[in-house]
Nanobody, 121 residues
Framework: VQLQASGGGLVQAGDSLRLSCAAS????????MAWFRQPPGKEREFVAG????????YYADSLKGRFTITRDNVENTVTLQMNSLKPEDTAVYYC???????????????WGQGTLVTVSS
């Protein structure tokens, strides 16, 4: 599977933004999908994950309630809806695919190229 993330941009604090990740390859439905982000000068961190069927989602504790991950195994997409954005959400956001649910980036074997989200105060 190959991943292509999109939807990043410059927004103001309090705005919403939806990121999309398009997957190619017929095995998309077998992967756990996740979003990670890397703020400027910081390490990559887990944002949200979703099971291969979409029935189970899990989030970084600090982002629960503001971010929502969904997937469509027919359209081969995974999305991240981000609400009430804050300047500290500024980061490059990556979608990733892996064989099982995890929040550790090394468990994910396929990565998209990243999309930059900048939140101004």
């Amino acid at each position: 599977v190959q991943l292509q993330a999109s939807g990043g941009g410059l927004v103001q604090a309090g705005d919403s933004l939806r990121l999309s990740c398009a997957a190619s390859g017929h095995t998309f439905g077998y992967y756990t999908m996740a979003w990670f982000r890397q703020p400027p000068g910081k390490e990559r961190e887990f944002v949200a994950g979703i099971s291969w069927r979409g029935g189970d989602t899990y989030y970084a504790d600090s982002l629960k309630g503001r971010f929502t991950i969904t997937r469509d195994n027919v359209e081969n997409t995974v999305t991240l809806q981000m609400n009430s954005l804050k300047p500290e959400d500024t980061a490059v956001y990556y979608c990733a695919a892996g064989p099982y649910a995890s929040s550790w980036y090394r468990d994910f074997t396929v990565w998209g190229q990243g999309t930059l989200v900048t939140v101004s105060s």
